[in-house]
């Protein structure tokens, strides 16, 4: 799982590199997203929270990790918290780091990341949100993508997450396997 070797990053920080050549060449082999896509990936407070109750990661520790390890055609990624903030598209331990200190981690304004992005952001295939879920309460409903493919990966536990339309599929997990499964859907 990618997010493994983040944790082993931090257990033995000085092999940091070797981890990074190894989480890189273990995703070697993962396919590729054809087109143009778009990654938000939440870094808001709630994402401090562990993974399980045994976890010493983080959901922002999964979400960065997933986001880190996407090999696309043509990539543009984003976290968002209280605003939305591009972030370079990075692959391995300086993605994850890239993402994590991109900005402060306040509330999580997901909907009005998504307006934002659909109305600055043009000529995408599929839009890929990695979050917990847990939406600040004066955001709004999620607005149905524009483009032809739309994802929500849930990181969290939580069964009922914020309100989403039509047009979003919805994907539990945090592992290699939802980057196979997106390719999958797409075949």
């Not at 984003?78 to 200190?101: N, Q, T, Y």
């Amino acid at each position: 799982l990618p997010f493994r070797f983040v944790a082993a990053s931090r257990a033995a920080p000085s092999l940091e590199k070797e981890l990074d050549i190894a989480m890189l060449a273990s995703i070697a082999s993962l396919p590729v997203l054809s087109g143009h896509t778009v990654v938000l990936v939440d870094v808001s407070a709630s994402m401090h929270s562990p993974l399980s109750s045994r976890s010493d990661l983080t959901r922002l520790d999964a979400a960065a990790s997933l986001a880190s390890i996407l090999n696309c055609e043509s990539l543009r990624v984003f976290s968002f918290s209280d605003r939305l903030a591009e972030v370079p598209p990075r692959r391995g331990m300086s993605g994850v780091d890239a993402i994590s200190k991109s900005q402060t981690h306040g509330g999580t304004l997901l909907a009005k990341a998504v307006r934002e992005v659909q109305q600055t952001v043009t000529n995408y295939d599929r839009i890929i949100v990695i979050s917990d879920e847990q939406a600040s309460f004066e955001d709004d409903k999620i607005p149905r993508p524009l483009c032809e493919r739309g994802y929500i990966i849930n990181v969290a536990s939580y069964e009922n997450g914020i309100g989403y339309g039509d047009g979003w599929i919805h994907i539990y997990g945090f592992s290699e396997g939802v980057i196979r499964y997106l390719t999958e859907i797409e075949a």
